[in-house]
């Protein structure tokens, strides 16, 4: 009885393993991220995707989500983050939104690249120096460890393919995405105060910004380790 009850629990830790790959279609039509919560509580197969998200993210990770892997791993921009998590539990979306945005490219320019939105630029080896997700998915593809292609299978390569990232509408130009692409919530659109990006401020897109940001934290951090362990 204890060998199988201990098969049952290693079953469902595999499932639960898989899960952000098996979701990553799922996050990617409606704007999440998979991030490593993911990992940790199951979907239900009746759950909307919205609906499990704001689950995981505002449950009983949240204070986890703020303290471990936002103010330890980034104290200097922590009284920033700390600001955009009180708005963001204030129910003030509109100016926690844009705050969120702007520490997601402040710590993908810590890592040491130029930040993580797309932009117009379209030489490839610019891009690669500069732009946080195109140099990830570059260095990933570019590697065929054991560790990497975990990496791979965890995040997918709908976010951190060579090409396919280039489709997250969070982080395009507005030239090339519009809102009914995004429900309004486009980085450009926003912090330029485009009219047609007006109605972002919804608690939903709210934590979408947040499970951009983790995504980002995240995938620095696994990141780093596959750098340590080669």
Known sequence: MENNSSLEVFGKFLQLQQQPNKLSEELFKNGWYPIKLIARVEKDPQERIDGYMERLIAGRYYDQIKKEYCYEQYPDRAHILKEAFLLFEQERYIACIPLFLAQADGIAKDFGTHGVFAGKEKDEAIL???????????????????????????????????????????????????????????????????????????????????????????????????????
Do not use: P, W
Request: proline share 0%; net charge positive; glycine share 4%.
């Open 128 to 230: 690669e120096k500069k732009k946080f997700l195109f140099y990830i998915s570059k260095k990933i593809g570019n590697n065929t460890s054991i560790n990497n292609n975990l990496m791979k299978l965890f995040y997918s390569s709908i976010f951190i393919g060579i090409e396919e990232y280039k489709n997250i509408s969070l982080i395009k130009h507005t030239d090339t995405t519009n809102t009914l692409e995004n429900n309004s919530l486009n980085r450009h659109g926003i912090m330029h105060g485009n009219k047609e990006y007006l109605n972002y401020g919804t608690r939903t897109n709210a934590l979408k910004t947040i499970s951009f940001i983790l995504f980002v934290i995240n995938l620095i951090s696994d990141f780093k380790q596959l750098e340590l362990d080669q």
